[in-house]
């Protein structure tokens, strides 16, 4: 009888366990999987896209809009994740060519009024955005991994303004990658200098096809997600296919 008490307790406990594992790992899954989306990871096949339509070409920013500055912040530590997450000798930037005329149109513009545009990041590839979804699970301020982000695609931009005569950042209100409230474009409780250089930046983006995103006042994409496929191809390599 003892022994078939004892025999019946191992099971159930076998059977506990089982579950319990069960659980947790769905549990882990629920937080960290997502479902990977059609990524262009070879050269060969982008260039195939290319040929296809032109406009997809990935093109350097500062060889196509003299005078354009760069800050970028993931070939640095200077950013929320306070680790390089480019190569730390990065010092290109890509956007799908469609979308470089018009950024060049807005370069031209703004150096008519003695301003200029400072990028801070275009194009991402994809495996970045992934490790950005594994330390921040807010759609709010990071591209959900399963639908792939305008970045990804080389449709976005985040980028500020600066003064030509001096060089320096136009003032803002918070510096890029700012994850709170007061980056927000609604955001209101602002100096009117502050809310009118926010306006003059996300006037000439709109002019030109840009959308803004409402939670960052730096980050502008081209609605035609559709239209560009999501890439995980290297700085490196895109360069070679200039």
């Known amino acids: 009888m003892i022994n078939k008490l004892r025999k019946r307790s191992y099971i159930q406990y076998l059977s506990l366990l089982f579950f319990s594992t069960i659980l947790s790992l769905f ?13 262009t990871e070879r050269l060969k096949m982008y260039k195939r896209q290319v ?9 350097e920013l500062k060889k196509m809009i003299p ?7 993931y ?7 306070h680790r390089p997450m480019y190569p730390e000798k990065t010092k290109i930037t890509f956007l799908r060519l469609a979308v470089a005329k018009n950024l060049q149109k807005i370069q031209s513009e703004l150096n008519e009024k003695g301003y200029g545009l400072k990028i801070y990041d275009a194009y991402r590839p994809y495996s970045v955005t992934v490790k950005f979804w594994e330390l921040v699970r807010d759609e709010k301020y990071v591209a959900n991994p399963s639908k792939g982000s305008g970045h990804n695609r080389g449709i976005a931009v985040d980028l500020t303004i600066i003064n030509l005569f001096n060089g320096k950042e ?3 209100g918070t510096d890029f990658d700012n994850f709170s409230d007061t980056s927000h474009h609604s955001f209101s409780e602002l100096a009117k200098e502050i809310i009118f250089n926010r306006l003059l930046l ?3 983006m709109e002019k030109y096809g840009f959308k803004s995103y409402d939670n960052e006042w730096w980050h502008y994409f081209i609605p035609e997600t559709d239209k560009f496929e999501i890439l995980d191809i290297n700085f490196k390599k895109l360069k070679k296919y200039l």
């Open 27 to 39: 549990s882990n899954a629920q937080e960290i999987s997502y479902i990977r989306p059609e990524v």
């Open 51 to 59: 040929r296809a339509d032109s406009n997809k070409r990935m093109v």
């Open 67 to 73: 005078g354009i500055v760069y800050d970028l912040r």
């Open 75 to 81: 070939a640095t530590r200077n950013n929320f994740m």
């Open 170 to 172: 136009i003032a803002m």
């Open 202 to 204: 996300k006037n000439v």
